[in-house]
């Protein structure tokens, strides 16, 4: 019952025949270029920071929160790419998905920073709040001016919307995981 369509085997042949292009690409334009060591140094140096400033105390807390944003930032990044409402003229790795540097490395260190300064209260929704603002309408223009970053059917305001939303789901579940392991041990 073809009705028209390619099947399955027709995908995934167009799928191989992308993925040389991509990767003839990724290794004649953007493997060693300078872009590629400013995504590299982003992929490494912001956990030795973070690894200074966190609150060494709260440090398994931390690291789920952390953990669970960048599980949400690639959940959405693959979503996004593959829906073409961004995508990435460059990569740290060819074979990884999206923005390798910013999903596991810029988004959870930052905001797991914020968290282990202000982890309850005003100053948590307040660092939250001023951490997506600064990201969504300073970090993202910033990779968009570098070019790391296109965006075709996304807002830098959905970009907020994520910050806020992942944010406030990862420390619910933090909070709730925390709850069941006191009331289990």
């Given at each position: 019952?073809n009705?028209g369509?390619?099947?399955?085997?027709?995908?995934?042949?167009?799928k191989e025949i992308l993925?040389?292009i991509?990767?003839?690409h990724?290794?004649?334009?953007?493997?060693?270029s300078?872009?590629?060591?400013l995504?590299l140094?982003?992929a490494?140096?912001?956990?030795?920071?973070?690894?200074?400033?966190?609150?060494?105390?709260?440090?398994?807390?931390?690291?789920?929160?952390?953990m669970?944003?960048a599980?949400?930032a690639i959940v959405?990044?693959?979503?996004?790419t593959?829906?073409l409402?961004?995508?990435y003229?460059d990569?740290l790795?060819?074979?990884m998905?999206p923005l390798l540097p910013?999903?596991l490395?810029?988004?959870p260190?930052?905001f797991?920073l914020?968290?282990s300064?202000f982890?309850?209260?005003r100053g948590y929704?307040?660092g939250?709040l001023g951490?997506?603002?600064?990201s969504a309408?300073?970090g993202?223009?910033?990779f968009i001016?570098l070019d790391f970053?296109?965006?075709h059917?996304w807002?830098?305001?959905?970009s907020?919307?994520?910050?806020?939303s992942?944010?406030?789901?990862a420390?619910?579940?933090?909070?709730?995981?925390?709850?069941?392991?006191?009331k289990?041990a």
């Open positions: 019952m009705q369509y390619p099947s399955y085997e027709q995908v995934q042949q167009t993925q040389n991509a990767y003839q990724w290794i004649s334009d953007e493997f060693l300078w872009k590629w060591w995504l140094v982003l490494i140096v912001p956990w030795f920071i973070w690894w200074k400033l966190v609150d060494k105390k709260r440090l398994p807390q931390i690291l789920i929160y952390g669970l944003l599980m949400m959405l990044d693959s979503i996004g593959e829906l409402w961004w995508s003229p990569k790795i060819q074979t998905p910013a999903d490395t810029l988004v260190t930052l797991m914020v968290y300064f982890p309850t209260g929704f307040n939250m951490m997506s603002l600064f309408f300073v993202e223009p910033l001016w970053y296109r965006l059917e807002h830098l305001v959905y907020l919307f994520f910050y806020l992942s944010n406030a789901i420390r619910w579940l933090v909070d709730r995981i925390y709850e069941v392991s006191k289990a």
